[in-house]
Nanobody, 125 residues
Framework: VQLQAFGGGLVQAGGSLRLSCAAS????????MGWFRQAPGKEREFVAV????????DYADSVKGRFTISRDNAKNTVYLQMNSLKPEDTAVYYCAAAAGLLSIRSRLPRSYDYWGQGTKVTVSS
């Protein structure tokens, strides 16, 4: 699976952005899809994940209620709608694909088989 994330940019605090991750290669619809982010000097952290069917989602506490993950298997694309953005959301955002069942382990980067190149999100105060 090849993944390409895009949609990042500069936005003021309180604003919104929608990230997209386009997949090609093997069957996209068989993978759970996650979003992670990495701020300068920090480790990569879990943001959200959606099951292969779209029926199950999980969010980090820091983004719950503000971010929404969704997917369109017909378009081989997963989305991350980010609302009420805060300066602390500033990071490079990565999408990733994982085979298998969605579980608490889906919050761990090592659970993912494929990664996109990242798209930068900057939230100004």
């Amino acid at each position: 699976v090849q993944l390409q994330a895009f949609g990042g940019g500069l936005v003021q605090a309180g604003g919104s952005l929608r990230l997209s991750c386009a997949a090609s290669g093997r069957t996209f619809s068989s993978y759970n899809m996650g979003w992670f982010r990495q701020a300068p000097g920090k480790e990569r952290e879990f943001v959200a994940v959606i099951s292969w069917s779209g029926g199950t989602t999980d969010y980090a506490d820091s983004v719950k209620g503000r971010f929404t993950i969704s997917r369109d298997n017909a378009k081989n694309t997963v989305y991350l709608q980010m609302n009420s953005l805060k300066p602390e959301d500033t990071a490079v955002y990565y999408c990733a694909a994982a085979a298998g069942l969605l579980s608490i382990r889906s919050r761990l980067p090592r659970s993912y088989d494929y990664w996109g190149q990242g798209t930068k999100v900057t939230v100004s105060s």
